[in-house]
């Protein structure tokens, strides 16, 4: 469930933030406790806590006292910028590096990028 | 915070033989601390010197900021769970459950007969026909119910199969998130309870080699694999631990985080990365301080 490259408190507040920039989780709804979250994946407690004040802190999720933590008013769309911002690095620039050895021009990449998007249905190309 | 486990500069000497060497560590209030290494590393009695059960031959031990030695009140607030437990011979399971809620103020009789059942343990059975397993689980019964603020679980698990494990992790969380306490637990199957694990200490040869947040040595340590000549190119210039060769082949653990810039680059050049386990990382651990050792003595 958890892998061994990264610590686990940003394991899981990369998860409950995926929830939420897929829209899994609206915005004001209610998120798993940190001992919902520490049953679940078996962790200790105090992970658990420290991946959530990771989202509090960047104003992803607040807390409502009492009562639990909810999803911030705004989080998806900045969330979804974070995304975008990564995409390119995670995706497009090594896309780019794997195309110029194999010895595909731009040209043809983008060619390559619209038949796999149309084959989709036609995304944002 | 205040440590409710205090260790400072412990040693124990068995004749000519070192148990502990200097060994301190600080075990907080509300923390879970992996006590790890191999047999014969010193865990045991480390253990037992916490429990006031064997004796440092210098050094100090705080537990709950009073020497446990002797001291009743304090050793009320210790439990310790030992793989060879022995237990009075003819006494039966509830009788065992009923002396040790003398011992322990906290103890709680509904979470014993609760645990009973879910380690399937017969109650009127005598403790000396329980199998190893039971007698195990019956170790793990009495460690939670003392709900004791220290809590010292020396390989519990012996005779336990994978499934009665999963269910002691969960109990032993359940409890936990419940009761805060400090616990210091010591095994080999690391990898399965890694993530209760907020500290992890490694012994190897009486001394601590290791002493780190379990998070931080997350991603510490990655396997790289793949053509010589890449790995060559990908190591150099960085700490590596365990470089292997066959044929065009090789593969070499790199110390130190692997970035997104890191694996990209791996990526390109047709290496395959992998994060050590924590398991991996504290068996390296140990087997290069004993390289380092035999470099030293060969110098």
Redesign the interface.
Known sequence: M????????VQIADRLADEIADGVLAEGQRVPST?EL??Y???????AA?GINVLTDSGVLEKRRGIGMFVAAGARGRLLQERRRRFV??FV??LV??AS?LGITSEELLTLVDRASHARGGAAV | MTAAISVVGVSRRHRDHLALDAVSLQVEAGSITGLLGRNGAGKTTLMRIIAAQDFASAGEVRVMGADPVEDDAVLRRIVLVREDQIYPRYVRVWQLLRMASWCYPNWSQELAETLLRDFDLPAGRRVERLSRGMRSALGIVIGLAARTEVTLFDEPYAGLDAVARDRFYDRLLTEYTERPRAMILSTHLIDEIAGLLERVVVLHRGRVVLDAPTDDLRGSASIVSGPALAVDQFVAGRRTWDRRRIGSQASAIVVGPVTEVDAARARSLRLEVEALTLQQVVVRTAAERDASAEERTSA
């Open positions: 958890l892998d061994e490259s990264t610590p686990i408190f001992n520490s049953a994946y078996r962790i200790n407690p105090a992970t420290k690095e995670r620039d090594p590096a794997e050895r």
